[in-house]
Every structure is written in C-alpha cells, then in structure tokens.
C-alpha cells in the first residue's frame, strides 16, 4: 500500500498570473475571453503500479485553459489553449510547463444548420473534457473516446432537439496509439483512417436531456473499433438533479456506466454523490467506484471543490482518494 502527496507549486504561479490576465480582461461586441485555472492537493491510496492512472497530478488537478471567441455576422471563430504543469503528470520534472492547442475551430450558421471546420473536441460524454464543470474533480469509469482532433463537421438545432455528424482525422485511434506531438490532437492523417463521430440530443421535455452518441474509425492495431455513449439527466426540483450514463469502447470494456446526484444545499453550496463501474475486455478487469463531492462558489470567479473516492478493482490493487482543488474561473 502506497500513499501520495500531490500539491504542484508550479500550478500556484501559473494560477496567480491566470489571475492577473482576468484583471486586464477587455470584452466587445465582436471578442469574449475565457479560462480557468486549477490547484489541487490530492491524497492517493492504492497499489500506484496497478491503478496509478485513476488518481494523479494531471490535467485534472492542475492545469489552466485561456480562450478566446470572435463572433461576426454568422461566423464564430475560437482558438484556447491549455497549460500543464510537469506534462500533465507525465514528466518527472515537476516544474515543467507545457501548453497545447485545445480549440482552433470557424463556425458558420445557416438557419438552424451550423458547419465547423479545425480542431474541436468531440460530442460523447456526460462528464465534460474540462473538469472544472463537473460536480466532481475526478472522472467517473465510464469510458468512450471522443478527444480533440482536426476535421469537419455539421449540426442542425431544432426545437426540442439537436443532431451532428462529424468527419476528423481521429476519433478513437489516439486512445490506442497516443499522438507524439500532443495528447490533445488528431494523427492528421486524412488518408485511410478518418474517424466519424454522429449525435443527437432531446430536450423536448422540460428538465430533461437525453443524448446519444457514436463513434467509429478504421484502425490499424483492431481494424474497426466503434465507441458508443448514451446520457440522460433529470432536474427533479429547482435543487435535485440526477443523470445516468452507459458507454462502450470496444477492445477495452463490455459496457461502463456512472449514476449521480447532485444536491444544491444553499446558493453556493451544493453535494453530489457518484456511483460508477466498468466491465474490462481483454484482461482488464472489473471496477466499481463510489464518490462524494463538494463544490462551495466563494465568488463569481472563485470556488474550492473536494471529494472523497473509491475504486475496487477485480485486477490489480483498489485504491482511495481524497482531493481538494481551487478553481478560478472567468
């Protein structure tokens, strides 16, 4: 059994002149900009050899995203970058800072018809890419592949629901060979491996979305590997929320799931708890994890998140984590 004490003081200079650019902020009527920065103490318990992925230093913990959005007419153009502190956990060097090209994408809206082309994030997943929306700091155990990746695509809104499809240089193949230059990027190959994503979302019933969500690509290591995700979230009072989530990403699992809650306690405190499992393929084993969270919003700018996890593990060591993370946002 091994413990980990994570607090990366790098991530406290990078927050602080986040910080500082939040102040010199200037928005028109044409340029928004965004971002985020996080810090996070993390207690980890476990065999690290076996399980060290489920809880580190990483983009999760500590990171920070500045972006920025030029709107005209009907063309919206967004280019954000991410910064990550010793490589998102990767590098031995602590101190390292690295930043990577997250959005570098045009839309153009005709009617109820969008069309994007460049680099975006995919459409799968409850949880968001960035974690900092999400009732949790760490992700739960349902697993599909959906990154950021160069390509086109195109979406229709009408009322009471929305649908895509989606045309990129990777879909899932970056889960299985991960890309040299970046982990936030397609292989740019345009030739024989396209990866093509399709969704649609109902919000027809007031309170409730339901998502649906595909992917597959042609790749060399298991020639067609399809992930699938579905999502459904109810507001049941103005406080109560709850969501289930199932997904499947062949070769890796048999199918994985997450169940969740959240709770708005007062204006700026609210709970959530997480139950979430995973049926490994191909030797991996099974998993089940079970959660609690915290989020308390000190300011329209500033909030502390914690949370409490388990995760048991049919292959390989279980293992526990407790984390508290700040996060400025803007």
Do not use: C
Not at 287 to 307: D, I, R
Request: charged letters at 15%; aromatic letters at 14%; zero cysteines.
């Amino acid at each position: 059994m091994k413990s980990r004490l994570q607090l990366a003081s790098a991530s406290a200079a990078l927050f602080a002149a986040v910080s500082a650019v939040q102040a010199e902020v200037k928005i028109n009527d044409t340029v928004s900009l965004d971002g985020y920065a996080t810090i996070s103490g993390v207690v980890s318990e476990g065999t690290v050899e076996s399980n060290g992925e489920f809880f580190n230093s990483g983009r999760v913990y500590d990171s920070a995203v500045i972006g920025a959005t030029a709107t005209y007419s009907d063309l919206t153009a967004r280019v954000s970058l991410i910064g990550l502190v010793g490589n998102g956990g990767a590098s031995p060097d602590a101190d390292r800072f690295d930043a990577y090209l997250l959005d570098a994408y045009a839309t153009y809206k005709v009617g109820n018809l969008a069309f994007t082309g460049g680099q975006y994030l995919g459409w799968l997943g409850y949880e968001s890419f960035h974690s900092v929306n999400n009732a949790f700091i760490s992700y739960g155990l349902a697993t599909y592949q959906s990154p950021y990746a160069t390509g086109a695509k195109a979406e229709y809104t009408g009322e009471g629901f929305s649908a895509g499809i989606s045309a990129r240089d990777t879909t899932i193949e970056s889960f299985f060979v991960p890309v040299a230059n970046s982990p936030f990027e397609g292989d740019g190959e345009f030739s024989d491996d396209l990866g093509y994503e399709a969704y649609f979302l109902f919000t027809g019933i007031e309170k409730l979305s339901w998502f649906v969500g595909v992917g597959t690509e042609d790749i060399d290591v298991f020639e067609t590997i399809t992930t699938y995700d579905t999502w459904v979230s109810y507001s049941l009072t103005d406080a109560l929320s709850v969501a289930a989530e199932y997904a499947v990403l062949e070769e890796i699992n048999n199918g994985s799931w997450l169940l969740q809650t959240t709770y708005k306690v007062s204006e700026p405190l609210s709970v959530s708890a997480r139950l979430t499992g995973s049926d490994g393929d191909n030797g991996a084993g099974d998993a089940v994890g079970y959660g609690l969270a915290s989020t308390y919003t000190v300011t329209e700018n500033f909030a502390l998140k914690g949370e409490v996890t388990k995760t048991d593990v049919s292959v390989g060591g279980d293992s526990f984590s407790y984390a508290l993370q700040g996060i400025f946002k803007f």
